[in-house]
């Protein structure tokens, strides 16, 4: 079997708890950047950028994030505040992927948003094609307004996907897949 289909076959996602050290060096990560942004995008409008957060720099977003996550929940527990923070600070690398919808009378809406979504898919397997393993979560911090300011969201700015990546730790789980003959028919 060709590689490429080997990989497409064999991707999965760890836990994000599960992602460890290392994470893709810089050309790596340029790399798995580059093929993101080779996506469909119907009118070339580029509706997607990323934003990335290091492990060594993200202290400060998080804190922030998890600051917004109190506020906005007084009557979380800290143990539901700290689960906020953790699903931030522990991956090595995470790819922040940003929809920009603009209107456009060629360009539905969703078709934007769709390829935002393809540039979050290429990121999860251009990190498995270098040997990496990664994981699309969003969340509370994805869909929360706080985040506009964090994450300097414009007003047709929404956050698609966190994608965390490294390395996995230990065997990958492996979840059951559809049953073909369950989504597939012919007309
Ligand atoms: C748009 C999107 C958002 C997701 N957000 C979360 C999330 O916040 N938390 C979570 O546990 N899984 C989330 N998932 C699911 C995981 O990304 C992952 O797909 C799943 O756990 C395992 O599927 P895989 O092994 O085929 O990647 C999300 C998936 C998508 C497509």
């Known amino acids: 079997m060709p590689e490429a289909l080997e990989l497409l076959k ?6 994000a708890q599960d992602l460890i050290e290392p994470a893709p060096n810089e050309s ?7 093929i993101a942004a080779r996506v469909p995008d119907h009118g070339m409008m580029k509706p997607w950028r990323f934003v990335v957060l290091p492990k060594a720099t993200r202290g ?9 996550f109190r506020a906005g929940n007084p009557n979380a527990s800290d143990a539901e505040v700290e689960k906020q923070r953790a699903r931030f600070g522990g991956s090595p690398l995470i790819v922040t992927v940003i929809a920009k919808i603009s209107p456009n009378p060629k360009v539905p809406d969703v078709e934007q948003l769709l390829s935002a979504g393809a540039a979050c898919m290429n990121l999860l397997n251009a990190a498995h094609a270098l040997g990496f393993a990664a994981n699309w979560l969003t969340g509370w911090a994805a869909f929360d307004k706080s985040s506009g300011a964090v994450f300097g969201l414009a007003a047709n700015e929404q956050i698609v996907g966190f994608i965390h990546i490294g390395t996995a730790k230990g065997e990958l789980f492996q979840r059951p897949r559809p049953d ?3 989504i597939v028919s012919r007309l």
Do not use: F
């Open 180 to 182: 073909m003959a369950q």
């Open 60 to 68: 400060p977003i998080v804190d922030k994030i998890t600051a917004n």
């Open 10 to 15: 064999t991707r999965t996602s760890p836990k």
């Open 28 to 34: 790596q990560l340029n790399e798995i950047l580059t």
